[in-house]
């Protein structure tokens, strides 16, 4: 089970409560980027975004694999979204169109040999309330991005979850819902899930 959805929108919250109430084990996304790619990106420029986002899909292949031995492990994100983050980078400029080609073909390799997840639970928020949370929690690095980024980047989730036939899917509207404090909103998802999943 992989839980998705924008920045800010309360993905390891649910993941935590989830896998609580069903049992499973929590596998939250490592950060991983030894050669400070992502920094060399932000700083020196967009001939980074293509070794970075290779380097970043191939972290997620391997933890992807490692969460498979886990057994009934639920996720927070996972190779399967990485697309929108090609996508994005591809839409403002940053990718070639060759290195999209090569990425794609990349992903769709690594698929293949991949047992797709049981359900992908994608948290579906508007862009004003994500951005709302995201003010709301203050993380600096957050803040200073411009808000046209987030937006921009909500709309490639928008659009790649709308599209997304790689396994079950199911989308859970959550602008109104807050499953952190409220126990009556907490049970509503972890119904919500257990419907989906015939448990």
């Known amino acids: 089970m992989v839980i998705d959805g924008m ?5 390891t919250s649910f993941l935590k409560i989830i896998a609580a109430r069903l049992n499973l084990v929590p596998y939250e996304e490592i950060f991983r980027d030894e050669n400070d790619l992502l ?30 031995k886990l057994g009934k492990v639920i996720m927070d994100r996972s190779i399967y979204s990485d697309p929108i983050f090609a996508s994005f980078y591809y839409k403002s400029g940053d990718f070639k169109p060759e290195e999209y080609y090569v990425y794609k073909s990349l992903f769709n390799n690594l ?13 579906n928020v508007s862009a004003e309330e994500a951005m ?35 396994s079950p899917l199911l989308t859970i509207d959550v602008d109104s819902l ?21 448990l």
């Open 132 to 166: 709302r949370r995201i003010k709301k929690r203050g993380r600096p690095d957050e803040l200073m991005v411009a808000e046209s980024y987030w937006r921009a980047l909500h709309q490639e989730y928008s659009d790649y979850y709308q599209n997304y036939r790689l």
């Open 111 to 123: 698929i293949e040999s991949l047992k797709p997840p049981s359900i992908v639970i994608y948290l």
């Open 39 to 68: 920094g060399k990106f932000f700083t020196e420029g967009k001939e980074w975004c293509f070794p970075m986002q290779i380097s970043f899909l191939n972290n997620r292949f391997v933890q992807y694999k490692e969460a498979l």
């Open 178 to 198: 807050d499953f952190v404090n409220n126990l009556k909103d907490q049970e509503f998802i972890v119904s919500t899930v257990l419907n989906a999943i015939n």
């Open 7 to 11: 920045t800010g929108v309360g993905k």
